[in-house]
């Protein structure tokens, strides 16, 4: 495939980031329900609640365990809102578009507020 003329010199320049896709309606409602989970004193949901709470998606255990793996980014075991967001996300997808549960988290599903560098 021929390179398009503005995209000559992409070999020298940084790949565009993708945008986080959770965003808006979706992100709100994904909120509105963290808000109604137990949470430690860093505002954060247990693992164990946020697998109680993605039960309800019709998931089986290991495709919510591969989802709370993916979705706790820092890997603290804990979740705030945005990797709950990224959780309930995947459930969604995953429950209802018959998306794959992937191996590494897609960087359009890293929060901005995870991405260190990335
Ligand atoms: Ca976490």
Redesign the pocket.
């Known amino acids: 495939m021929a390179p398009l003329q503005t995209q000559t010199r992409a070999q020298d320049e940084e790949e565009p980031k993708p945008e986080w896709k959770v965003t808006g309606e979706a992100y709100s409602k994904y909120a509105q329900y963290f808000e109604t989970m137990a949470k430690d004193v860093y505002g954060?949901a247990t693992g164990r609640d946020v697998a109680q709470f993605l039960t309800q998606s019709g998931l089986n255990k290991p495709v919510i365990a591969g989802i709370l793996e993916l979705a706790?980014?820092?890997?603290?075991?804990?979740?705030?809102c945005d990797?709950f967001a990224v959780a309930m996300h995947l459930a969604l997808i995953i429950s209802k578009r018959g998306f794959a549960l992937p191996d590494r988290l897609p960087l359009w599903l890293v929060p901005k507020s995870k991405r260190h560098g990335a």
């Open positions: 954060r706790d980014i820092d890997r603290d075991t804990m979740f705030d990797e």
